[in-house]
């Protein structure tokens, strides 16, 4: 049988998707407010007018490289809660896929951390919002349960817990940089050692 053929990435969609990186970098060193559409177009050495044919604002570029990150991020959630791991194997993985996210789009999640807040005010940002609703019901979830299965101490505040990982996580984001000295499955590893270590039922 004939093999598939993947898709052709166009000219004009290979642009965009560097545009796009490339104004996700200004997001996250600058900040939401005082980035302007000028300052993007700078860095990419074109005139303003010129990123106006890919893109109708800043606000358009935001929130594609919002949801390009949130979409791919859940991707990976998705498939591991439907693996029906245990919770242990299950808070594992989903910190090995935070750190393959950073990975992939680590000024994204620095946008994410630094604006959220503040976007979700605005109609157009409010699937913001909602991720953070399923976000933190998937890892509650999995804390609960493995506290229920006596996986993780019985004395365990669940909800501390999952505001102390997900911080500890995140703000990797300041700090990591693709192509360093470590990959995103060993910093998830260095960073679960310690995790695990504190929550999990002593033999």
Known sequence: ?????KPQVTVAAARRGELLGIAAE??????YNAT???RIADHAGMLAGSLYYHFDSKESMLEEILRTFLDELWDGYDTVLASRLGPRE???????ES??????HRAAVAIYQKESRQLVAQERFAFLAESQVRFEKAWLGTLERGVAEHVFRADLDVRLTYRFVRDTVWVAASWYRPGGGHSPEEIARQYLSMVLDGIAVRD
């Open 99 to 104: 750190f393959r996210e950073i990975d992939r």
């Open 1 to 5: 049988m004939p093999t598939k053929k």
């Open 36 to 38: 302007t559409v000028r």
């Open 90 to 96: 299950t808070l594992q993985a989903l910190v090995t």
């Open 26 to 31: 200004v997001f996250a060193e600058h900040g």
